[in-house]
């Protein structure tokens, strides 16, 4: 069995997962969030569950840490330099509670709770003045909320509702913008003519801020395919072909065969001429 370690130097705690899919992660988050508060912005690298392939990187947990006001600060793929305080915690974490690692999930459990404990209550940190990181921390003032606020857009968007699909509609079109965006409203602004900028709002940005919205596209539909349909109508197969044609020549010859009777009776098809 393996464990992944989720430390989270801003909130001060380490939980061991059984994996790194966003439905194991998330429910760590909570338990942060419920004890600590939520911070101003969380930096990660661009591994699961943080980021994905998807545009932009979303995923379901950065999208959902976007409903909470949290800012997610992504770091350039190959750079653990940017993170270079969180990286050498790592490997002061590694040599010191999993080298060896533990026999079973509890007992790591047990390693990481007193190695957090030694790291951060007893251990003096030479950037803090030789203080201890608990004697400096402050909880976030910012509570997790039960349920998150929705999402406004300014009056001249378009709002559109994301599928389960990660799909939208707009302008008779069936349009995939991610799936990450599942069950939520995007926005769409029209910048130029028949151009659009999509956007995802976090309702704790100020839309004056360059950080309220995410641009994740831009789609340019022709106003000449505005009035299409949505679906375009099907050719008949070569059976259905067949049975019209079939149909049309029996009608003819039926035709052919009323107007032959009409003959040998002596109704004349076209009115006599008349005599001078």
């Known amino acids: 069995m393996w464990s992944y370690v989720s430390p989270e130097a801003e909130c001060r705690s380490h939980y061991a997962l059984l ?3 966003g439905r194991e992660a998330r429910p760590c988050f909570e338990r942060l969030f419920r004890e600590y508060g939520l911070p101003g912005a969380i930096r990660t690298d661009n591994g699961v569950p943080f980021a994905t392939t998807g545009i932009h990187g979303l995923s379901q947990l950065n999208v959902w840490w976007m409903r909470l006001g949290i800012q997610h600060q992504r770091i350039r793929p ?3 330099q940017e993170n270079g305080a969180h990286e050498r915690m790592h490997r002061t974490l590694k040599r010191e509670a999993t080298r060896p690692a533990a026999a079973n999930r509890h007992r790591q459990q047990v390693a990481f709770d007193r190695f957090r404990a ?4 007893d251990r003096p940190h030479e950037a803090l003045a030789d203080r201890t990181p608990a004697s400096v921390y402050r909880r976030s003032r910012r509570v997790f909320p039960d349920r998150l606020p929705p999402i406004e857009y300014p009056g001249h968007f378009q709002v559109r509702f994301v599928c389960n699909a990660g799909t939208f509609r707009f302008q008779n079109r069936l349009l995939f913008i991610a799936n990450a ?5 995007i926005g769409l602004d029209e910048i130029d003519d028949d151009v659009w900028s ?3 709002y ?8 360059p950080l309220a919205g995410l641009r994740i596209s831009r789609i340019r539909i022709p106003k000449a395919l505005r009035h299409r349909p949505a679906i375009p109508p099907l050719r008949p197969s070569r059976q259905e072909a067949h049975h019209s044609d079939a149909s049309k020549a ?3 010859k039926a035709v052919a065969a009323s107007d032959m009777n009409s003959l040998r009776q002596g109704s004349p ?8």
């Open 78 to 80: 190959a750079s653990p």
């Open 198 to 200: 999509i956007y995802f």
């Open 118 to 121: 030694e790291y951060n209550e």
């Open 269 to 276: 098809l076209l009115p006599p001429c008349s005599r001078s």
């Open 250 to 252: 029996r009608t003819a």
């Open 19 to 21: 994996s790194t899919q």
């Open 202 to 209: 976090a309702p704790s940005f100020p839309i004056s801020r």
């Open 181 to 185: 965006l599942k069950q939520h409203h």
